[in-house]
């Protein structure tokens, strides 16, 4: 706020309050005269109105709210950019009540930080706590069923990118996933060839595929080229979670499975991004989490 | 400040009003019910129902339990009901018998009484306590003062922890009080209804029902000139006469012996007519049927009446208003009753997944997800089924569709529901998701929400 706007405020709030204590005593009394008369002269469609005293702890009554306004005002932000004698904010408040909830957590999330995530996540109450967490800082992206949506994996299916140890889990949560699949439309020899290496590529999870003779045509085109993306995803095209690399060869896919998602992926490359909450995530919270999303992959091991 | 000592104040002190006490029918009828009022708001909380309170607003939870059922913010709706009912029944007390509520339950003359009667207990009657009032301060004034102020703040807090007690277990706050054990929240509200019941039904009192409360002033609209009302019979009692004999041969039955206006709490004088602040409390019915009495003649110089009939005209009790009102009070019993019967203790809301419209799974499978939320609001374990009612194709994909909840509980669900594109194809389209209670074929709760396909 502005100093002009500031003491604007300032003088138009000291005004009233100033007038309205002026304005209270002023008018507290009447001459005897006024006080011996039946109405007090005012008159509404007939109805007029008595001239009857009002009741002294109405009075008091204004005058605790006048002193309540002027402690209020003094203690709290009210008066301009005046900051009150308790300095008071509303981020701070916020701030006092996450710590408040931090301290009574603390003992808890400490207790379940010393043990490992392959034991934590026999413990239901523990699931319980990092389900909320999930559905607070996860699920917006992953979904609430944490079955992904396109280009936002599925973290139940098993299937890990960068690794599906409770570790890897554990980094990927806190320090984020950078994945970078480059553009090869112009090293595959232009549409013809992404879309040879679409069904390539498509084959490797589905190998009924090669049995179509006009599939095995353009897989045989695109063989020789696919020494570009072993690099990578490893000779069998098994990928590599060193380097975020997907498994071709599982039937997931991250941005889709059709030729033409396969083709767009193969042409314009991919950038996936999974951001690091290390920042708005204690340890211990993260560990928590870790241990739900682990369990996660687990139940469908179990299915 | 001269000129200020020729002016008088716009607002009046309060005069303490010291009623006299008085017995009497209305008065006994009077005691009846306020010792049910209080009474009543006393015990309640201590009741217990199926080992737990039987009457328990837990906030914290926010489940209020009354006896056998329990009330979620869901049904908050049933309460709306209910202060409707409240006022209707309001109403027709008005319109039948004038503020017979203020006179008889309301908490304000309640507590009033009560505290009245401590003065009475410590102070003495009107006359000791009005000399009270004007001596100077001595021993017995301090004692009398003393033990009246103990009293009363006694009574307050018992009041102040009753209220507490509605809102959480009164056993373990009446143990923890006595051990000087309270949260700080427990301790604010407790002190709060204390300082509240002492300064209400002890220095307030009549002020609350002249400056506060609004069911006074609005009572007018619902006066008619059959309405009953406490009133003085002015062509039976005037031209009034001092003392008990009678030397001018036209005077009337009132001997003007000040007696209703020494009883009346609001500190009226009923024969002036009929006034706002009268709260239809019959202590000075009760006063002239003793005076009447002892002069031998007809009880009734102050009654129970019209208008109507005070000016000789016919008055009906039962018109056309009150029936009125008796009807829509009869119409709102039974949809209170009916929504209450029929009841289903269950609950279920879908929230669609905001991140995504739809989403194609690795196998091919169109894919919507949900969180479903399911409560049992019923103070038993219940087996619970989640069904669908979708068109063919569309599959249950994920999430569970059993579950048993215990009172009291709920859970969020994820749910994901799918088709597959190449074996069929499918529109966005209307679903409905059911929850069934196994073994209450009554107990069936629906959801509307939506399923959504791409557009091709």
């Known amino acids: 706020m502005s100093q002009f706007w500031s003491v604007y405020i300032i003088v138009l709030v000291v005004l009233n309050l100033v007038g309205c204590a002026v304005l209270l005593f002023w008018n507290s009394r009447m001459s005897a005269e006024e006080a011996q008369r039946e109405t007090t002269g005012h008159s509404f469609d007939g109805i007029e109105e008595l001239n009857k005293p009002l009741p002294r702890w109405w009075l008091w009554l204004f005058v605790g709210t006048l002193l309540f306004s002027a402690a209020y005002l003094a203690l709290y932000p009210g008066l301009g950019n005046y900051a009150g004698m308790l300095g008071w904010t509303s981020s701070g408040q916020w701030q006092k009540e996450v ?3 931090d301290r009574q957590t603390a003992p808890l999330f400490a207790e379940y930080a010393k043990v490992p995530v392959e ?3 026999q413990y239901d109450e523990v699931l319980e706590v990092g389900a909320r967490l999930y559905m607070q800082n996860c699920a917006m992206c992953h979904g609430a069923d ?19 140890s409770p570790e890897a889990i554990r980094v990927s949560i806190s320090e984020g996933r950078r994945a970078n699949m480059m553009a090869f439309g112009p090293m595959l020899g232009g549409e013809d060839g992404i879309v040879d290496m679409a069904w390539y590529v498509a084959a490797l999870s589905r190998p009924e595929l090669a049995e179509r003779d006009d599939v095995a045509e353009r897989i045989e085109r695109a063989a020789p080229r696919f020494a570009m993306c072993t690099a990578c995803h490893g000779a069998e095209g098994r990928g590599n ?21 396969i083709a767009q992926t193969l042409r314009d490359g991919r950038f996936g991004h999974m951001p690091g909450h290390a920042g708005l995530l204690s340890p211990e919270r993260i560990h928590v989490l870790t241990a739900y999303i682990y369990s996660l992959s687990l139940q469908d091991e179990d299915d | ?3 200020d000592a020729r002016r008088i104040p716009l607002y009046q002190k309060r005069e303490a009003i010291h009623p006299r006490a008085v017995s009497g029918r209305f008065q006994r009828l009077r005691d009846i019910t306020v010792w049910l009022t209080l009474g009543a708001y006393l015990l309640l909380p201590w009741l217990s129902w199926d080992g737990r309170q039987a009457i328990l607003f837990d906030l914290p939870a926010r489940q209020f339990h009354v006896f056998g059922i329990t009330f979620w913010p869901q049904d908050f709706i049933l309460l709306s009901w209910l202060l409707i009912l409240l006022a209707f029944m309001l109403f027709v007390a008005t319109v039948f018998a004038g503020r017979v509520y203020c006179g008889y339950v309301c908490p304000q003359t309640t507590w009033t009484r009560f505290f009245t009667w401590i003065e009475h207990l410590t102070e003495g009657d009107r006359n000791a306590r009005q000399r009270l009032d004007k001596a100077p301060w001595s021993r017995n004034k301090l004692l009398r003062r003393g033990s009246k102020h103990l009293l009363w703040w006694a009574l307050a807090s018992l009041t102040g922890i009753t209220f507490v007690g509605y809102f959480t277990p009164i056993d373990s706050l009446v143990w923890r009080a006595f051990v000087w054990q ?9 002190a709060f209804f204390t300082i509240a019941t002492y300064l209400n039904a002890g220095w307030l009192r009549e002020q609350v029902c002249i400056y506060m409360c ?15 009302i406490v009133s003085y019979d002015e062509s039976r009692g005037e031209p009034r006469e001092r003392g008990k004999r009678r030397r001018d041969e036209q005077a009337g039955d009132c001997i003007d012996c000040e007696l209703c206006v020494q009883v009346c709490p609001t500190g009226i004088d009923i024969r002036d007519g009929l006034q706002y602040e009268c709260i239809t409390c019959a202590a000075c019915i009760d006063a002239c049927d003793n005076v009447m009495d002892q002069i031998s003649r007809p009880r009734g110089l102050i009654r129970y009446t019209t208008e109507n009939a005070l000016q000789g005209q016919p008055s009906r009790l039962l018109r056309p208003r009150l029936l009125g009102y008796l009807v829509l009070l009869g119409v709102m019993t039974l949809l209170l009753a009916g929504s209450l019967a029929t009841r289903v203790p269950l609950g279920i809301d879908v929230i669609r997944d905001r991140g995504q419209l739809y989403r194609m799974a690795s196998d091919g499978f169109i894919e919507n997800s949900y969180q479903l939320r399911i409560m049992n609001r019923s103070q038993q374990t219940r087996t619970l089924v989640i069904g669908l009612d979708a068109p063919a194709g569309l599959q249950w994909r994920y999430g569970e569709q059993h579950l ?5 509980a709920s859970r969020i669900l994820p749910v994901t529901l799918g088709y597959d594109p190449y074996q069929q194809h499918l529109n966005s389209t209307a679903i409905r998701f059911t929850l069934e209670d196994e073994s209450h074929a009554r107990y069936v709760r629906a959801r509307e929400s939506r399923f959504i396909a791409p557009r091709d």
């Open chain 1, 99 to 101: 710590d408040f909830v």
């Open chain 1, 119 to 121: 034991e934590l996540v």
């Open chain 1, 146 to 164: 944490a079955r992904g949506a396109r280009g936002y994996p599925n973290l139940t299916d098993g299937a890990w990118q960068w690794g599906g």
């Open chain 1, 241 to 261: 979670p060193q380097f975020g690399a997907p498994d071709l060869t599982d039937g997931n896919w991250l941005y889709g499975g059709r030729i033409e998602d």
């Open chain 2, 1 to 3: 400040m001269s000129d």
């Open chain 2, 182 to 190: 309270l949260g700080q929240w427990e301790i604010i509200w407790i």
């Open chain 2, 214 to 228: 609004p069911y006074a002033r609005f009572q007018s609209a619902m006066f008619d000139r059959d309405t009953l």
């Open chain 2, 404 to 408: 048993v909840l215990e009172p009291g």
